[in-house]
Antibody, heavy 122, light 108 residues
Framework: QVQLVESGGGVVQPGGSLRLSCAAS????????MHWVRQAPGKGLEWVAT????????HYADSVKGRFTISRDNYKDTLHLQMNSLRPEDTAVYYC???????????????WGQGTPVTVSS | EIVMTQSPATLSVSPGERAILSCRAS??????LAWYQQKGGQAPRLLMY???TRATGIPSRFTGSGSGTEFTLTISSLQSEDFAVYYC??????????FGPGTKVDLK
């Protein structure tokens, strides 16, 4: 079955960087758009970034544009999120999620990882 | 950017009762609307996509309806495992997949 496993979270100082990874299995990874969604402590879900199935297009929330970069390696079935210039308000659990439909980017998210926590604090 | 709102923020329901959750989009999203359920400490789970199609394994007591800007999720007879937070999400073009703030369904 489909499994998504995030890693790379941790504690980082404001202004620092962190790289999250999401290892996928049980699916033809290169056929699906992938997403990062975050959830600040006690808050709701916030979409962060999306990458097309082939990596050709990327989309970002305004709150992270210019600071975060989404990427993927379809040979290693892995999704990444490079986070630079981190701010305290970036503190959250970060989930990777898979688009439900192959190729189509405007689709719901049918599989989610368990999340990796990121804390930005001095 | 499309803004999603949900009401009520909290819904107190007794087991066996019906729960009706509302979601509104600031502009039309057509039928590109999903509902997710999230229980404490867990990842969200897809309940409904295309506004009214149940995801795999979702029981028939969950019903989605609506199109354009107004959407509803109905739980016909609430079970103990349904107490959770429910989020709507639009996934129309351009890809800015905004979520609503959530509705918490708790025990009356």
């Amino acid at each position: 079955q489909v499994q998504l496993v995030e890693s790379g979270g941790g504690v980082v100082q404001p202004g620092g960087s962190l790289r999250l990874s999401c290892a996928a299995s049980g699916l033809t990874f290169g056929s699906y758009g992938m997403h990062w969604v975050r959830q600040a402590p006690g808050k709701g879900l916030e979409w962060v970034a999306t990458i097309w199935y082939d990596g050709s297009n990327k989309h970002y929330a305004d709150s992270v544009k210019g600071r975060f970069t989404i990427s993927r390696d379809n040979y290693k079935d892995t999704l990444h999120l490079q986070m630079n210039s981190l701010r305290p308000e970036d503190t959250a659990v970060y989930y990777c999620a898979k688009a439900k439909d192959a190729i189509i980017i405007v689709a719901s998210l049918d599989y989610w990882g368990q999340g990796t926590p990121v804390t930005v604090s001095s | 950017e499309i803004v999603m709102t949900q009401s009520p923020a909290t819904l107190s329901v007794s087991p066996g009762e019906r729960a009706i959750l509302s979601c509104r989009a600031s502009q039309s999203v057509g039928g590109n609307l999903a509902w997710y359920q999230q229980k404490g400490g867990q990842a969200p789970r897809l309940l409904m996509y295309g506004a009214s199609t149940r995801a795999t394994g979702i029981p028939s007591r969950f019903t989605g309806s609506g199109s354009g800007t107004e959407f509803t999720l109905t739980i016909s007879s609430l079970q103990s495992e349904d107490f959770a937070v429910y989020y709507c999400q639009q996934y129309s073009w351009p890809p800015k997949f905004t979520f609503g703030p959530g509705t918490k369904v708790d025990l009356k």
